[in-house]
């Protein structure tokens, strides 16, 4: 599905699968021929489900694991309007946010509360503390 080169494809080329996964399912690393949609988990938080809401609703994708943690993102990936939903897998009520705006800033709590302006700090912060 990766094109004939084998190549992955850039995110936003990659097709939605629909089929149905649950959380033990989702793979650890990142997918690089599709993406799986927020609605195709089955154990999916109404929160995850509604967080693109206030951007225009865009299709929420699955990203990775980081630690025990589930990324997923709501719109495109560089200097955009998205928002990035970590979920943790052994507690679907724990969830931190990650907000990116057109202008290169972004703002989210990491899971000891310390805010952050820069998705890599969130991301370190979740990793360290899953």
């Given at each position: ?91 679907l009520?724990?969830?931190l ?32 503390n899953?």
């Amino acid at each position: 599905m990766s094109g004939g080169s084998g190549a992955p494809l850039p995110a936003h080329k990659r097709p939605y699968d629909d089929t149905p996964v649950h959380t033990e399912d989702l793979p650890p690393l990142p997918i690089r021929d599709r993406n799986i949609p927020a609605e195709a988990w089955i154990e999916a938080p109404d929160e995850l489900l509604r967080s693109g809401d206030d951007i225009g609703s865009p299709r929420i994708a699955y990203k990775r694991r980081i630690g025990s943690w589930l990324l997923w993102r709501a719109g495109p990936a560089r200097k955009a309007n998205a928002r990035y939903v970590a979920i943790h897998s052994e507690d679907l009520h724990r969830i931190l946010t990650f907000r990116l705006f057109e202008d290169g800033a972004g703002a989210g709590d990491g899971p000891t509360g310390t805010p952050h302006e820069r998705f890599r700090a969130w991301k370190h912060d979740l990793l360290q503390n899953d």
